[in-house]
């Protein structure tokens, strides 16, 4: 009766030893996997119609023939959002999601976004400003990005809100033969928000993958902010000291432009 006690317990204890070098080796041994995510690069190239866009010097003329000389351009571009190939689309994180384009400041035109994950992209969706939801966090739910709107001077104040795009520069017309200011700053207006939403279509596809970082080449035509579904007269929201453009009835029509003013020149993968 001992001995075969004696035995059961060997067993016991030999089985009880395999599984724990069993349980051991996997321990140190854990599976592992390399991230399955890269970058994808979006460059904004600020034009004039067919034109790059020159300050301060460069005169373009309007479809109402006003002469425009721009000296200052800068907008948001919020709520990036890559549409993959088989229809499904990847939000990028929207506390990471907010940039300031300003077309003085060669480096803030192109937006690299890493830990995109591996695929074949489509087309991509942003915003044009700064979105509801994000200002009613309130200051201290912006994170880093009410210092740098605060910065490039692209908030009144808090209260006032954010300046989704700011357009500048001289101009002269038929009755306006001397330069003349104009200020154009699109933003919240009474009851209209003039936030939007932009969708566009790839010529082809991005591919993002452990060795390509594709390259988005975006144009903004800003002749489209006052020129295009919608005509904005300068010279008949001109005060005598200059045309400012900063609330009313103009501002959703201006906003309303801007769906007409980016396109897809080209993919580099």
């Not at 690069?41 to 109402?64: A, E, F, H, P």
Request: charged letters at 15%; hydrophobic letters at 35%.
């Amino acid at each position: 009766m001992k001995k075969q006690l004696k035995n059961t317990l060997a067993i016991a204890l030999l089985a009880l030893a395999t599984f724990s070098c069993s349980k051991s080796s996997t321990e140190e041994v854990p599976a592992t996997s390399e991230p399955q995510t890269g970058s994808i690069t979006l460059q904004y190239d600020n034009k004039y119609g067919n034109t790059d866009l020159v300050l301060d010097s460069q005169s373009n003329t309007t479809s109402q023939s006003e002469n425009l000389k721009t000296t200052e351009l800068k907008y948001i571009i919020s709520n990036i959002v890559f549409v993959k190939a088989d229809g499904s689309s990847y939000v990028y994180p929207k506390s990471k999601s907010y940039f300031v384009i300003n077309e003085r400041d060669l480096a803030s035109q192109k937006i690299t976004l890493p830990e995109v994950p591996f695929g074949e992209y489509v087309g991509v969706k942003f915003g044009l400003g700064v979105d509801q939801a994000q200002y009613d966090l309130g200051a201290t739910g912006q994170g880093n990005f009410l210092t740098i709107a605060q910065r490039e001077h692209m908030i009144w104040s808090w209260s006032a809100g954010y300046i989704f795009m700011k357009y500048e520069g001289t101009f002269t017309s038929s009755t306006v033969t001397t330069d003349t200011s104009y200020k154009v700053h699109v933003a919240k207006s009474g009851t209209e928000y003039n936030y939007k939403d932009i969708t566009l279509t790839f010529p082809q596809r991005a591919v993002v993958s452990k060795s390509v970082t594709p390259n988005v080449s975006i144009v903004t035509d800003i002749s489209k902010i006052i020129d295009g579904t919608n005509k904005i007269s300068l010279t008949a929201n001109n005060s005598g000291s200059g045309a400012e453009i900063m609330s009313g009835t103009n501002l959703p029509l201006i906003a309303t432009n801007f769906v007409q003013m980016f396109t897809v020149s080209q993919v580099r993968n």
